[in-house]
């Protein structure tokens, strides 16, 4: 059975910068990179010093050739971690592999698990939606807000954080229209609240987005009417993939994510997260690059049995 220090599940920002910084504590690391990240779509990532609007697909480029000046560091492509399990000693783990690597390696020992998996996402049953998802249609504002400033723009969403969402979104746009598609996603205090925002709710049901070459144009309602829009932002169901740490059974919050402490450990022993896949949820790049960062640091000091103030 192949034996490493750790292994770092998921090639983002967060795994990427955990597997570096573990490298270069002289830790032997498998990176596995099941190769479905949740950008996928975007086109533009923002708000990364140094790389503010690089493609996502090339910061994971840069990332992986970085890695390669260290020999400890494998990585294992498009293949998904089937099982974590603890091992039989109870000090360590146990990772079984799915897809073609796990003929070539089958089953891994690691002393540590960093689970930087990410999340799944599913967007509002919207025909057109992904036509213009990434391009001219974003879900974090932090990221994409600024590039759509003070355009007419939507929000999109039937979950109950939707009226937050619009005023946060009011900080780039005065001209906002919030779709709740039919759901009571938006109640009538909030939308009251909004209304004296200059923020119009719309209660309508979703037929089409229509637009040409990725730039959405208009939402256009069951009802036949049609707003103008010049960009706009998408409330995403997000659910994190952790089925893989079942029989490890860690703590979650209420949405689904692992709970940890501020240093990216989760309640069980050896197993960390980094980025989206621990709470809060959804981060940008460059906060969770940090988090694989620091998870690695003190990785590193509890493997040695060191006190660290992270």
């Given at each position: 059975?192949?034996?490493?220090?750790?292994?770092?599940?998921?090639?983002?920002?967060?795994?990427?910068?955990?597997?570096?910084?573990?490298?270069?504590?002289?830790?032997?690391?498998?990176l596995?990179?099941?190769?479905?990240?949740?950008?996928?779509?975007?086109?533009?990532?923002?708000?990364?010093?140094?790389?503010?609007?690089?493609?996502?697909?090339?910061?994971?480029?840069?990332?992986?050739?970085?890695?390669?000046?260290?020999?400890?560091?494998?990585?294992?492509?498009?293949s998904?971690?089937?099982?974590?399990?603890?091992?039989?000693?109870?000090?360590g783990?146990?990772?079984?592999?799915?897809?073609?690597?796990?003929?070539?390696?089958?089953?891994?020992?690691?002393?540590?698990?960093?689970?930087?998996?990410?999340?799944r996402?599913?967007?509002?049953?919207?025909?057109?939606?992904?036509?213009?998802?990434?391009?001219?249609?974003?879900s974090?504002?932090?990221?994409?807000?600024?590039?759509?400033?003070?355009?007419?723009?939507?929000?999109?969403?039937?979950?109950?954080?939707?009226?937050?969402?619009?005023?946060?979104?009011?900080?780039?746009?005065?001209?906002?229209?919030?779709?709740?598609?039919?759901?009571?996603?938006?109640?009538?205090?909030?939308?009251?609240?909004?209304?004296?925002?200059?923020?119009?709710?719309?209660?309508?049901?979703?037929?089409?987005?229509?637009?040409?070459?990725?730039?959405?144009?208009?939402?256009?309602?069951?009802?036949?009417?049609?707003?103008?829009?010049?960009?706009?932002?998408?409330?995403?169901?997000?659910?994190?993939?952790?089925?893989?740490?079942?029989?490890l059974?860690?703590?979650?919050?209420?949405?689904?994510?692992?709970?940890?402490?501020?240093?990216?450990?989760?309640?069980?022993?050896?197993?960390?997260?980094?980025?989206?896949?621990?709470?809060?949820?959804?981060?940008?790049?460059?906060?969770?690059?940090?988090?694989?960062?620091?998870?690695?640091?003190?990785?590193?000091?509890?493997?040695?049995?060191?006190?660290?103030?992270?």
């Amino acid at each position: 059975m192949t034996a490493v220090d750790v292994v770092v599940v998921g090639g983002g920002p967060a795994g990427l910068s955990a597997a570096l910084n573990l490298a270069r504590a002289r830790a032997s690391v498998l990176l596995i990179d099941a190769g479905r990240p949740r950008n996928a779509a975007t086109l533009r990532s923002h708000g990364f010093l140094t790389r503010d609007g690089i493609p996502p697909i090339e910061l994971r480029k840069l990332g992986r050739a970085e890695l390669e000046a260290y020999p400890d560091v494998r990585i294992v492509d498009r293949s998904p971690v089937a099982r974590i399990s603890r091992d039989d000693d109870g000090d360590g783990f146990v990772v079984a592999l799915g897809g073609r690597a796990a003929a070539a390696l089958g089953e891994v020992r690691t002393r540590a698990v960093v689970l930087a998996t990410g999340l799944r996402e599913t967007l509002p049953e919207i025909p057109s939606l992904r036509s213009f998802y990434g391009i001219t249609l974003f879900s974090c504002a932090a990221c994409d807000a600024w590039d759509l400033r003070d355009r007419p723009l939507a929000l999109i969403g039937e979950t109950p954080d939707l009226a937050s969402r619009a005023r946060l979104l009011a900080r780039w746009t005065p001209h906002l229209t919030v779709f709740t598609n039919g759901t009571a996603a938006v109640d009538a205090v909030d939308e009251a609240e909004l209304a004296a925002s200059g923020i119009a709710v719309d209660r309508r049901v979703i037929a089409d987005l229509e637009g040409e070459r990725g730039r959405v144009s208009a939402v256009r309602l069951a009802d036949g009417a049609r707003v103008a829009i010049d960009g706009g932002f998408v409330r995403p169901v997000w659910d994190a993939p952790l089925d893989v740490v079942a029989d490890l059974a860690p703590e979650r919050d209420a949405e689904g994510h692992l709970v940890t402490d501020r240093s990216g450990r989760t309640s069980v022993a050896g197993l960390y997260a980094a980025g989206d896949v621990a709470a809060p949820g959804p981060q940008q790049l460059i906060v969770a690059a940090g988090q694989g960062a620091r998870v690695a640091a003190v990785l590193v000091h509890d493997l040695v049995g060191v006190r660290t103030s992270h």
